[in-house]
């Protein structure tokens, strides 16, 4: 079994920052991909930033230079640092991974979301 929990979220000022952190556990051997996704009733299953097994990383791009994805492989951890934050980043983060199971196999598996609100 397989399980994704994401910390962090929190009401914050416009120009601040927070620190989402997603731990992953279970009957896992590797992480491909992971990622953070951001969801609001005007915005749907919207990648905001990824990253690969190798470090390599992708970003929205109203976020590019503001936030910084990040994974520890060994814990099985992925954080995504959001700096400047503004209103237009109020949304529920969720963590999403592409990996593999103990005995090869492969599935995805995604948290239960975080909410972040940015107020003025």
């Known amino acids: 079994q397989v399980q994704l929990v994401e910390s962090g979220g929190g009401l914050v000022q416009a120009g601040g920052s927070l620190r989402l952190s997603c731990a992953a556990s279970?009957?896992?051997?590797?992480?491909?991909?992971m990622d953070w996704h951001g969801q609001t009733p005007g915005r749907r299953g919207v990648v905001v930033a990824s990253?690969?097994?190798?470090?390599?990383?992708n970003y929205l791009a109203s976020v590019k230079g503001r936030f910084t994805i990040s994974r520890d492989n060994a814990k099985n951890m992925v954080y995504l640092q959001m700096n400047s934050l503004n209103a237009e980043d109020t949304a529920v983060y969720y963590c999403?991974?592409?990996?593999?199971?103990?005995?090869?196999?492969?599935?995805?598996?995604w948290g239960q979301g975080t909410q972040v609100t940015v107020s003025s």
């Open positions: 279970g009957s896992i051997a590797s992480i491909e991909a």
């Open positions: 999403f991974a592409d990996l593999w199971r103990r005995f090869g196999t492969r599935g995805d598996y």
């Open positions: 990253i690969s097994s190798g470090g390599s990383t």
